[in-house]
């Protein structure tokens, strides 16, 4: 399985970009998809992510500003990331857990730099 994420770059604050993450594969059931992000010196931190109920956690400080979505024919999580800000700049990752007949798999895509300038 592959997790192939795409969209980053550098923007202005206030500017918009938007992350795709296409998973290829031998894929069972995709059971989580999301997506991380991590800073110079920070940890890897939750962004936004669908769970395995279907509901949607979003990080706090990405409320109202960004936006997840899904195909799911396509196998693809998409992030909508509008009123970018300074601190909104790391290497986004995607993420999935598939579930297979006896466990779950945990796979991370390879990350797509966001920088915003101010």
């Known amino acids: 399985v592959q997790l192939q994420a795409s969209g980053g770059g550098l923007v202005q604050a206030g500017g918009s970009l938007r992350l795709s993450c296409a998973a290829s594969?031998?894929?069972?059931?995709?059971?989580?998809m999301g997506w991380y992000r991590q800073a110079p010196g920070n940890q890897r931190e939750l962004v936004a992510t669908?769970?395995?109920?279907?509901?949607?956690n979003y990080r706090d400080a990405v409320k109202g500003r960004f936006a997840i979505s899904r195909d799911d024919a396509k196998n693809t999580v998409y992030l909508q990331m509008n009123n970018l800000k300074p601190e909104d700049t790391a290497v986004y990752y995607c993420?999935?857990?598939?579930?297979?007949?006896?466990?779950?798999?945990?796979?991370w895509g390879q990350g797509t730099r966001v920088t915003v300038s101010s």
């Open positions: 993420h999935m857990i598939d579930k297979a007949p006896f466990r779950d798999n945990d796979y």
């Open positions: 594969g031998s894929i069972f059931a995709i059971n989580v």
């Open positions: 669908f769970t395995s109920s279907g509901s949607i």
